[in-house]
């Protein structure tokens, strides 16, 4: 485990369906984090390509040589500027099929090193928009332990327990959220996972909550000051803040299901086995 502490940059942007403008705004932060010392940039889901389907209503719509083009602008950004990106934007497949609803993981060498596919899409996404992903993935960078999530899916406590036994520190949580209480869950599945959660989401939804980083407390330690911008929060494992939570709290947790000592089903004691008794 590094004691090294990271900064994370966070962004709330547009997510529009012109692909030029959706890449001027991301490589306009890249720039802005990396002034600030982030060693990563996380975005909204959909951020690059435009979200299905607000605002783009079909992909005939949507021109994917523009995106290619664009990603590859980002992509050589992040080498020269040495930084970490995690950008949203839909994934072209082969032939008729429907796009992966997808997060580009690009690395400080310039180069995309993985990809999130969305697991679980919405009804209205699997009946008419993307193909869903089947896996997760997990990458690390400098010590800290990262993986994805997209939107829906934090409704989906399996995939945040899944990273969990991955040992994931950070979650990168990319969305274009319909509800104020989606803030609330973010928060519930970094206490209970004791992990940093990044909930980058679109300016579009600013009136449901603002992006923010969020501790293994729980707590919200950074947010974005504007309706469009980023916000540069530090990951310190040594916090003393975050003592119970990291060196405690976490591998108890982790400890349980194979502690012999919460394994009582075979106990013998009538008045433990008499429900009724006083």
Not at 108 to 134: I, L, M, N, Q, W
Not at 246 to 271: C, E, H, I, M, N
Request: proline content about 6%; overall charge negative.
């Amino acid at each position: 485990m590094s004691d090294i502490t990271f900064r994370l940059a966070t962004a709330q942007l547009p997510v529009t369906g012109d692909v030029r403008a959706n890449s001027a705004r991301v490589q306009a932060v890249m720039r802005e984090g990396a002034a600030q010392g982030a060693r990563m940039v996380h975005l909204p889901e959909g951020m690059l390509s435009g979200y299905a389907k607000n605002p783009i209503q079909d992909w005939s719509e949507v021109d994917w040589a523009a995106v290619a083009e664009e990603l590859e602008s980002v992509v050589a950004l992040a080498g020269q500027l040495r930084i970490w990106v995690v950008l949203g934007s839909a994934h072209p497949l082969s032939g008729s099929r429907r796009p992966h609803n997808s997060l580009y993981v690009i690395s400080d060498e310039g180069r995309v090193v993985t990809r999130y596919d969305k697991r679980v899409c919405s009804a209205t996404e699997v009946t008419r928009f993307y193909t869903p992903g089947h896996a997760p993935i997990v990458f690390e960078v400098d010590g800290f332990r990262f993986g994805c999530v997209i939107c829906i899916e934090v409704n989906f406590p399996a995939l945040f327990m899944e990273y969990d036994r991955l040992g994931v520190d950070v979650l990168l949580l990319s969305a274009y959220p319909v509800d104020s209480i989606f803030f609330v869950k973010a928060r519930s599945h970094a206490a209970i996972h004791n992990a940093w959660v990044s909930l980058s989401a679109p300016s579009d939804t600013d009136a449901l909550f603002r992006s923010a980083l969020i501790d293994p407390r729980g707590e919200v330690v950074a947010t974005v000051p504007d309706v469009e911008g980023v916000v540069v929060g530090v990951l310190d494992r040594n916090a003393p803040e975050l003592d119970i939570p990291l060196s405690k709290a976490r591998p108890w947790r982790a400890s349980v299901q194979d502690d012999p000592r919460y394994d009582t089903g075979g106990l013998d004691d009538p008045r433990s086995a008499d429900r009724t008794c006083i």
